[in-house]
Antibody, heavy 121, light 106 residues
Framework: QVHLVESGGGVVQPGGSLRLSCAASGFTFNNYGMHWVRQAPGKGLEWVAFIRFDGRDEYYRDSVRGRFTISRDSSKSTLYLQMNSLSPGDTALYYC??????????????WGQGTLVTVSS | DIQMTQSPSSLSASAGDSVTITCRASQNIDNYLNWYQQSPGKAPKLLIFAASRLQSGVPLRFSGSGSGTDFTLTVSNLQPEDFATYYCQQTYSAPLTFGGGTRVEI
């Protein structure tokens, strides 16, 4: 049974940094691409970033490119999102999600419960 | 970026009804279209992938169709647990984009 557990959220001042983690279990982590998706309070879903199964390619939405870095540690079956230069517009519930396959993205088959990031002074 | 436009943004229905949600892409996306259901306070759940393929475990009352730019999600025989928000998503090209969502009120 696939299980994804996000952590690392919290309250941070504008300009600050946070690192989110997503602990994965119930599947062979090394074989699947992974995503981060966020949802601002009361708003819709917004894709943030994707990393290939082997970590060789990363993709970002324009608004976070250069500030956020997605990475993965196969030895720990953990996905990360390093977030720098945070602004209030980054306030959201951040979900990690497992992709269907090991190529570039397909569809998001499993989601965690999310971790809340609040950027406020 | 490919824009995804869903309609309606919300709808009201009764148990047993059928409802149809539409999703339009700003350019051709072939069949790279997925549908997700998000119940209040819950994480999204994959319903349909590749426009019309039902995810394992999803009830047969959910169906999807379309190709190119126009897609639909139909929920037949609405059940109380179908009260949720539904999102389409294109995975044709990055950035992957979602529609604005359709809230279904029972």
């Amino acid at each position: 049974q696939v299980h994804l557990v996000e952590s690392g959220g919290g309250v941070v001042q504008p300009g600050g940094s946070l690192r989110l983690s997503c602990a994965a279990s119930g599947f062979t982590f090394n074989n699947y691409g992974m995503h981060w998706v966020r949802q601002a309070p009361g708003k819709g879903l917004e894709w943030v970033a994707f990393i290939r199964f082997d970590g060789r390619d990363e993709y970002y939405r324009d608004s976070v490119r250069g500030r956020f870095t997605i990475s993965r540690d196969s030895s720990k079956s953990t996905l990360y999102l390093q977030m720098n230069s945070l602004s209030p517009g980054d306030t959201a519930l951040y979900y990690c999600a497992k992709d269907r396959g090991n190529s570039n993205w397909n569809y998001l088959t499993n989601w965690g419960q999310g971790t809340l990031v609040t950027v406020s002074s | 970026d490919i824009q995804m436009t869903q309609s309606p943004s919300s709808l009201s229905a009764s148990a047993g009804d059928s409802v149809t949600i539409t999703c339009r892409a700003s350019q051709n996306i072939d069949n790279y279209l997925n549908w997700y259901q998000q119940s209040p306070g819950k994480a999204p759940k994959l319903l349909i992938f590749a426009a019309s393929r039902l995810q394992s475990g999803v009830p047969l009352r959910f169906s999807g169709s379309g190709s190119g730019t126009d897609f639909t999600l139909t929920v037949s025989n609405l059940q109380p647990e179908d009260f949720a928000t539904y999102y389409c998503q294109q995975t044709y090209s990055a950035p992957l984009t979602f529609g604005g969502g359709t809230r279904v009120e029972i």
